[in-house]
Nanobody, 119 residues
Framework: QVQLKESGGGVVQAGGDLRLSCTASGRTAGTVAMAWFRQSPGKDRELVSSIRWSGGSTYYADSVKGRFSISREITKNTIYLRINNAKPEDTAVYSC????????????WGQGTQVTVSA
């Protein structure tokens, strides 16, 4: 079992910056990747960004390329999502997820943190 806890959400003005954190605990030794997803009302959940635990290769959705930055701190089992130049369309609940060698896909999820970008 893995537990995930997000933090750092809140209200930011358009053009502002925000940093989200997600810390994993429990059976984290087999981590393959961690990711950030987001979902806003009436829309499907979207994969925003992911990072491989070994090597650190990253993925970004086209909608956030150049504005979002994902990073990891392996010793703390933590990932970060830096949101720069926030846009109103970034408003959503942001959740982190983890993929391990013991499961298929992203098997564990955090409860999410609300990000609201005001125009």
């Amino acid at each position: 079992q893995v537990q995930l806890k997000e933090s750092g959400g809140g209200v930011v003005q358009a053009g502002g910056d925000l940093r989200l954190s997600c810390t994993a605990s429990g059976r984290t030794a087999g981590t393959v990747a961690m990711a950030w997803f987001r979902q806003s009302p009436g829309k499907d959940r979207e994969l925003v960004s992911s990072i491989r635990w070994s090597g650190g290769s990253t993925y970004y959705a086209d909608s956030v390329k150049g504005r979002f930055s994902i990073s990891r701190e392996i010793t703390k089992n933590t990932i970060y999502l830096r949101i720069n130049n926030a846009k109103p369309e970034d408003t959503a609940v942001y959740s982190c997820a983890i993929q391990t060698v013991y499961n298929t896909g992203y098997a564990y999820w955090g409860q999410g943190t609300q990000v609201t970008v005001s125009a």
